[in-house]
């Protein structure tokens, strides 16, 4: 597709499940970011990848939380045991390049999935 | 450590009115680039803007118009003659010129533009 795709919207989930969250970022993406968006709230930051390694995982809130991209495209964002605080919007971004590369590359946001946990 | 405060938590006027969004930020970075972003209910963030911190060059683009100020760190976003159709979340963001390149936001203004 011509921009980031990311499914589910919606996810309703009871407190204690797992849930999966996939990103497919635009083609030849190198960087892919999550972020989270609590109602009311901007976006923060969870975690970035480049290409396939985790780069950065030091917005991710808890040891429950947990994200891969093990062929440098799709990254799948898990959640263990969802906890009610777990309530967000997920969003993904990606981008053409890699940071440091002295050029800026824009990041394109997906429309997030909306994660409700009962 | 960055940060992006955006004071206005919601802002309502009538259309043609003009309205201004304040965006305020702290950095230790020398170098970065600040945005707007448009968030509409349908939840995409829709990029209006980028300024990279050289760069305190005013823009205009159509009805939209920026004002940076390095001196004050802020960066505020005005709309010129409002339309229903700008009513949204706007949000400021920041992010330095090297490192991780993540964005951070500020906490959005919501902007009612009544008819």
């Known amino acids: 597709g011509a921009g980031v795709s990311q499914s589910p919207r919606y996810k309703v989930a009871k407190r204690g499940q797992d849930v999966a969250l996939r990103c497919d970022p635009i083609s030849g993406h190198v960087s892919l970011f999550w972020y989270q968006q609590a109602l009311g709230q901007g976006p923060e930051f969870l975690t970035y990848?480049?290409?396939?390694?985790?780069?950065?995982k030091s917005g991710l809130p808890s040891d429950r939380f947990f994200a891969e991209r093990p062929e440098g495209s799709v990254s799948t964002l898990k959640i263990q045991r969802t906890q009610q605080e777990d309530s967000a919007v997920y969003l993904c971004a990606s981008s053409l390049g890699s940071p440091g590369t002295g050029s800026y590359n824009e990041q394109f946001f997906g429309p997030g999935t909306r994660l409700t946990v009962l | 450590a960055q940060k992006v405060t955006q004071a206005q938590t919601e802002i309502s006027v009538v259309e043609k009115e003009d309205v201004t969004l304040d965006c305020v930020y702290e950095?230790?970075?020398?170098?970065?680039?600040l945005f707007w972003y448009k968030q509409p209910p349908s939840g995409e963030l829709v990029f209006l803007i980028r300024?990279?911190?050289?760069?305190?060059q005013n823009e205009i683009s159509g009805r939209y118009s920026w004002n940076f100020q390095k001196s004050t760190s802020s960066f505020n976003f005005t709309i010129t003659a409002s339309q229903v159709v700008d009513s949204a979340v706007y949000f400021c963001a920041l992010n330095p010129s090297t490192g991780r390149r993540a964005l951070t936001f500020g906490s959005g203004t919501r902007l009612q533009v009544q008819p």
């Open positions: 990848f480049q290409n396939e390694a985790q780069l950065d």
């Open positions: 300024r990279n911190s050289f760069d305190e």
């Open positions: 950095t230790r970075d020398t170098t970065y680039y």
